[in-house]
């Protein structure tokens, strides 16, 4: 029997219908209308936003709440360059994303066509992998690639360029979800051998510490982490990206490392004599001076990715694989040393080095570091929070209480500035049932606050609380530490009203601008419907504190006036 | 130290910009770099001499190996290898010195290939040193032209670099 033909845009459809794929992020133009005349007729829902930067973050925050990878229509040109930013700063934090972005017709490519860009050239160095369909007889085997690809081993974005004629080109389909990639085979179990040079190092060891990252969420390790983490008694530090992996309100928890870490995380990496490193990359943030970084310590590296193992800093014990599958045979072999006085070294300094900033505000002035406290305090479980870049972001790493995997959405490896409003909307979208925070900056926000326009006319309840100090206030906090306090250009003295601005989209706006109206005004945008914006005009020089300066061994650490 | 590093990639467009540009943005150094079908259909073989230190090494074959088109990174200099470059010299060669590069081609098992009223163009293989050692030599007649292959290398004795 013959099989009949389907276009090439029908195909891309049911491969993402059997990829389980519900909704898409995206943003219509010329080259990609065939795609969109396509999905004119499909089930499958389609998230417009207002700038294709934005449905890359959405399709991101998406894909961290549901573990599934964000796909994303673009279309040619400064549709598809618009998604540059998306893309880079999911492949950093090894977010799965499949991006299809339509391309001028085939006979076209290369003559600088209207709308022309080599897309799949400019983002080589920030995908995992991409590809340029010449065919729509490779559409199937190319679109199994890329969702097997995107989600598997250290996952990251997958870009498919389709040029225009290929959407309508006719082909036979059929479709494979599982594919086999000569080139591609991540390893998942562990060497045996190393685990059991691991068994042995945490039975001897007297000051060990877990330092964990975004990796252990990415292969949904938060259980395993706490079972072997209480069974073995040892504190846990996580990195930015590993935030909610092991619950924030707990006594072996120990903070953020590096640069605006916990002092305690920070002397205890100093002082440990084995650091179970998990899902984590050494990035400079989190070791600062490298020479001067855990010289005390044994390190067993558990990744997924070999090319991190020994990249950054020398590892005693490698284990190459999927962090979950790791501890849980850890776990099982494992044999608890004597960690008593080390957890009671960790105690005292629990206790004497406190994450306090910002308690001693008084009368009319709000504290920043208040308004994350009193989000975390109200806005109870099942709570999603997205951030922004800058001291917003740090605050909130350090004072929300993130309990949860999947709970803190942000960018760790970029720094996307606007990262934060799409990626809540796209985590709303995800996990309509939990409660999405946004918290942000006045410069940040502006980055993508087009994107209200999105959440209004999908009616999303967010709420977007701006921790708004009229400057680029990270930047500034740089100058004023290391530049003798001048405030080059981070100054924001154009500054719309935000609460009218939401207001003309049709989002409530509060305002908050002391201790009082913050409390009040987020129990009452906690009780809308619908997006809300708070604008907290907080006290503009605010320094993040503790921090670590560049290049500096991180229990060098600079407290503030606190 | 000098590495020769022998790469086996699938022979899929884009796959030398993704190898080159992974050299660049990382900040590794490729001293050259050849490029050639293998035995198998759709497999081809690069052959990437890369200087550096062990752990840079070893970074760069793992950064390598993460790319999907690529099947296979094996490091030939840790193991006894032979190891060849191409190269076509072209120099100034007017009647009186003719026999004379032409005694140097001859101890360096060269060919001359091509000879016009005042040039000759010579045909060299070898390693390195050999490399090096003739265009040292013919400096003195005046070198107008060097075009070298770059480095091929295959494993001595029976042992095969990759099978696909």
Redesign the interface.
């Given at each position: 029997m013959k099989k009949k033909t389907i276009k090439g845009a029908a195909m891309i459809l049911s491969a993402l219908q059997k990829e389980g794929v519900e909704i898409v992020f995206g943003y219509p133009g010329g080259a990609i209308l065939p795609l969109y005349n396509q999905l004119y007729d499909s089930s499958i829902k389609h998230l417009l936003v207002r700038h294709e930067q934005a449905a890359v973050h959405a399709a991101d925050g998406y894909a961290r709440v549901t573990g599934r990878p964000g796909v994303v229509f673009a279309t040619s040109g400064p549709g598809a360059t618009n998604l540059v930013t998306g893309i880079a700063n999911a492949y950093m934090d090894s977010v799965p994303l499949v991006l299809i972005t339509g391309q001028v017709p085939s006979s076209f490519i290369g003559t600088d066509a209207f709308q022309e860009a080599d897309i799949?050239?400019i983002t080589?160095?920030v995908t995992?992998?991409?590809y340029?369909v010449k065919d729509a007889n490779d559409l199937p085997s190319i679109l199994s690639e890329a969702f097997y690809?995107a989600s598997t081993g250290r996952r990251g974005p997958v870009l498919v360029d389709v040029p225009k004629d290929v959407f309508d080109q006719e082909a036979h389909f059929t479709y494979q979800v599982e594919c086999d990639?000569?080139?591609?085979k991540p390893t998942y179990e562990g060497h045996a051998g190393q685990i059991n040079r691991a068994v042995k190092a945490i039975r001897d060891a007297k000051r060990p510490v877990i330092l964990g990252g975004g990796g252990l969420i990415s292969s949904g390790a938060s259980q395993a982490l706490r079972n072997f983490a209480d069974k073995a008694e040892i504190p846990v530090i996580l990195s930015l990206m590993g935030l909610g992996s092991y619950p924030g309100d707990r006594d072996l928890f120990l903070g953020m490392p590096g640069m605006h870490g916990s002092i305690t995380a920070n002397y205890a990496l100093t002082e440990a004599d084995l650091i179970i490193a998990s899902g984590v990359r050494f990035d400079d943030r989190v070791t600062s001076k490298i020479e001067n970084f855990a010289n005390n310590a044994k390190i067993i590296h558990i990744d997924i990715?070999?090319?991190e193992i020994?990249?950054n800093v020398q590892i005693d014990i490698p284990i190459v694989g999927d962090v979950k599958m790791i501890l849980e045979v850890l776990e099982k072999k494992l044999k608890p040393g004597d960690t008593s006085a080390w957890l009671k070294q960790i105690k005292s300094w629990k206790k004497e080095f406190p994450m306090t900033g910002g308690l001693s505000e008084t009368g009319n002035l709000l504290k920043p570091q208040f308004v994350i406290r009193e989000l975390s305090r109200l806005s109870g479980e099942n709570t999603i929070v997205a951030t922004d870049v800058g001291q917003h972001q740090m605050w909130a790493a350090q004072h929300f209480i993130v309990r949860e995997p999947c709970a803190f959405l942000t960018s760790g490896g970029l720094g996307t500035m606007g990262y934060g409003f799409p990626a809540a909307i796209g985590a709303k979208i995800a996990d309509p049932d939990s409660r999405v925070i946004c918290i942000t900056g006045d410069g940040s926000f502006q980055m993508n606050i087009q994107e209200l326009a999105t959440a209004v006319h999908n009616q999303l309840d967010i709420i977007i609380a701006v921790i708004n100090n009229g400057y680029l206030g990270m930047v500034r906090q740089w100058q004023d530490i290391f530049y003798n306090k001048r405030y080059s250009q981070t100054a924001l003295p154009g500054n719309p009203d935000f609460v009218r601005v939401a207001e003309a989209y049709g989002v409530k706006g509060l305002c908050a601008s002391n201790v009082q109206e913050a409390t009040d005004a987020i129990e009452k945008a906690l009780s809308i419907k619908g997006p809300v914006l708070i604008n907290f005009l907080v006290e503009p020089e605010e320094n993040v504190y503790p921090m670590v300066a560049p290049n500096c061994p991180i229990n060098d650490i600079i407290v503030g006036g606190e | 130290m000098k590495h020769v590093l022998a790469v086996l990639v699938e022979d899929k467009p884009g796959v030398l910009s993704r190898v080159a540009g992974l050299f660049s943005r990382r900040g590794f150094n490729i001293d050259n770099i050849a490029v050639g079908e293998t035995i198998t259909p759709g497999i081809s073989r690069m052959t990437i001499t890369v200087e550096g230190s062990e752990t840079i090494v070893e970074q760069v074959a793992k950064q390598l190996h993460k790319l999907v088109n690529v099947l296979k990174v094996s490091n030939l200099s840790k193991e006894p290898s032979v190891s060849r470059e191409l190269m076509l010299i072209k120099v100034k060669a007017e009647m009186g010195s003719r026999s004379d590069i032409q005694q140097i081609v001859e101890t360096f098992r060269g060919k001359v290939v091509d000879v016009s009223p005042d040039s000759m163009v010579i045909e060299v293989t070898g390693n390195e040193e050999k490399m090096e050692a003739i265009k040292l030599l013919l400096q003195d007649f005046g070198i107008r032209e060097i075009v070298r292959t770059g480095k091929i290398a295959v494993l001595r004795g029976s042992k095969v670099t990759g099978e696909f």
């Open positions: 799949t050239g080589l160095p995992k992998h991409s340029l690809l990639i000569p080139g591609y990715d070999p090319a020994g990249k | -």
